[in-house]
């Protein structure tokens, strides 16, 4: 079923969902909030379909990977595969997961876009709901964006970075989600790369947590 088709079936108004987007959007700070040096905890957040249904999870660990606390939030899917509108479809799961939470976490990874997005990403809705600082790592650009160097271009602003984290691998693409800015971002995703991981840390505990508690629902 092609993107026209799942907008018809689940009667979405495409124009609707974008200006909510671009409104949300105006509240983004792409500057760093708090003085992350002192950042003690660190979340992490994975999305699961299968089928019908969606779990979500979310991890936090400290800087040495130290799991304190991990949730998870199964939900039924409300809305369809669109590629702009990643957060929709997952975040209901996601803020449930969150919101099981005994303590928040200083900042969260989130697997996809923040401000790299061309209206709002996943990374920069999740934070503007939850106030968390949040930063985004992604596997992939949308056209509008173009890597300069190191640096991923929109409209000739810099609005995130590539990172080759692992030899070989293609690059992960670093932005801002919220109440933190890119420089603090790349360092943060530099910091948490643990060899012979892809992603940081936190993601692949928050992955591996996902994968376990698919196992144990057996879904």
Same mark, same amino acid.
Request: hydrophobic share 40%; with cysteine; glycine share 8%.
């Given at each position: 079923m092609n993107e026209d088709e799942l907008i018809k079936k689940y009667g979405l108004d495409i124009e609707v969902l974008?200006?909510?987007?671009?409104?949300?959007?105006?509240?983004?700070?792409?500057?760093?909030?708090?003085?992350?040096?002192?950042?003690?905890?660190?979340?992490?957040?994975e999305s699961m379909l299968i089928n019908n249904q969606i779990i979500s999870v979310i991890i936090i660990c400290d800087r040495a990977g130290e799991i304190s606390e991990q949730q998870y939030f199964l939900d039924k899917l409300r809305f369809p595969y669109l590629n702009e509108f990643?957060? $929709?479809?997952?975040?209901?799961?996601?803020? /449930?997961?969150?919101?099981?939470?005994?303590?928040?976490?200083?900042?969260? $990874?989130?697997?996809?876009?923040g401000i790299t997005h061309p209206r709002l990403g996943i990374a920069s809705h999740f934070s503007l709901l939850?106030?968390?600082?949040?930063? /985004?790592?992604?596997?992939?650009?949308?056209?509008?964006?173009?890597?300069?160097?190191?640096?991923?271009?929109?409209?000739?602003?810099?609005? /995130?970075?590539?990172?080759?984290?692992?030899?070989?691998?293609?690059?992960?693409?670093?932005?801002? /989600?919220?109440?933190?800015?890119?420089?603090?971002?790349?360092?943060?995703?530099?910091? $948490?790369i643990k060899p012979p991981h892809k992603l940081p840390e936190p993601l692949y505990l928050a992955h591996r947590y996902a994968r376990d508690v698919r196992e144990e629902l057996r879904i």
């Open positions: 974008k200006k909510e987007q671009t409104k949300l959007a105006k509240g983004i700070n792409v500057k760093d909030a708090m003085d992350f040096s002192f950042a003690s905890t660190f979340g992490a957040v990643r957060s $929709f479809r997952e975040l209901p799961s996601v803020i /449930g997961a969150f919101n099981k939470l005994s303590n928040k976490p200083d900042v969260v $990874f989130i697997r996809g876009h939850t106030n968390i600082p949040a930063i /985004g790592i992604a596997e992939s650009l949308f056209d509008c964006d173009k890597v300069d160097k190191l640096n991923i271009v929109r409209d000739g602003k810099i609005v /995130g970075k590539a990172f080759q984290s692992k030899q070989g691998s293609n690059p992960l693409f670093i932005s801002s /989600g919220n109440n933190i800015s890119l420089e603090t971002s790349y360092n943060f995703v530099k910091e $948490f």
